[in-house]
């Protein structure tokens, strides 16, 4: 069965940092890409960032690109999100998501569960 | 950046009605383009992938349509478990989601 757990949020000041982590399990992690999406309290979904499943490949929402940092540790079975100089419209459920192997890249077929993240003072 | 307008945003049907959502993109996506479901407090769920490829396990009461920049999903017989938000996603450029629509119960 596979399984996408994330870890990692919580409540962070503004231009504080934070780093969520998922494991994967029940797949070959090292075979398949991964995104992170988000979901801002009551709001809709957005696509945050993608990692190819050797890392070669990445791509970042305009909203977040120079203050986050997506990699993953193939070793592992681990993805993460490295996020710096966070704001307020950071606050949102973060998902770990796995991408489609046969459907266009960003197409997501298993979620995680998500971790919350607050950013607050 | 490519925008996805859906409509409508809010839905009341009954069970066993016939369902369409349609999602319309500020410009040509030729079929990349996904369904989701989401169900409150939970992770969203493929239905459609491709514009109109069924993913696995999915009900065949679902159903998706469309290229260029109009897609359709219909639900053909709305079911209990069925009352959700979906969503749609292009994936032709710099991924987004249309905004969403909430199906309830009439």
């Known amino acids: 069965e596979v399984q996408l757990v994330e870890s990692g949020g919580g409540l962070v000041q503004p231009g504080g940092s934070l780093r969520l982590s998922c494991a994967a399990s029940?797949?070959?992690?090292?075979?398949?890409?991964m995104n992170w999406v988000r979901q801002a309290p009551g709001k809709g979904l957005e696509w945050v960032s993608y990692?190819?499943?050797?890392?070669?490949?990445?791509y970042y929402a305009d909203s977040v690109k120079g203050r986050f940092t997506i990699s993953r540790d193939n070793a592992k079975n681990s993805l993460y999100l490295q996020m710096n100089s966070l704001r307020a419209e950071d606050t949102a459920v973060y998902y770990c998501a796995r991408d489609h192997r046969i459907a266009a890249a960003g197409t997501v077929d298993y979620w995680g569960q998500g971790t919350l993240v607050t950013v607050s003072s | 950046d490519i925008q996805l307008t859906q409509s409508p945003s809010f839905l009341s049907a009954s069970v066993g009605d016939r369902v369409t959502i349609t999602c319309r993109a500020s410009q040509g996506i030729s079929s990349y383009l996904a369904w989701y479901q989401q169900k409150p407090g939970k992770a969203p769920k493929l239905l459609i992938y491709?514009?109109?490829t069924l993913q696995s396990g999915v009900p065949s009461r679902f159903s998706g349509s469309g290229s260029g920049t109009e897609f359709t999903l219909t639900i053909s017989s709305l079911q209990p478990e069925d009352f959700a938000t979906y969503y749609c996603q292009q994936l032709n450029r710099r991924w987004t989601f249309g905004q969403g629509t909430k199906v309830e119960i009439k």
């Open positions: 990692i190819s499943s050797s890392s070669s490949t990445i």
């Open positions: 029940g797949f070959t992690f090292s075979s398949y890409s």
């Open positions: 491709a514009a109109s």
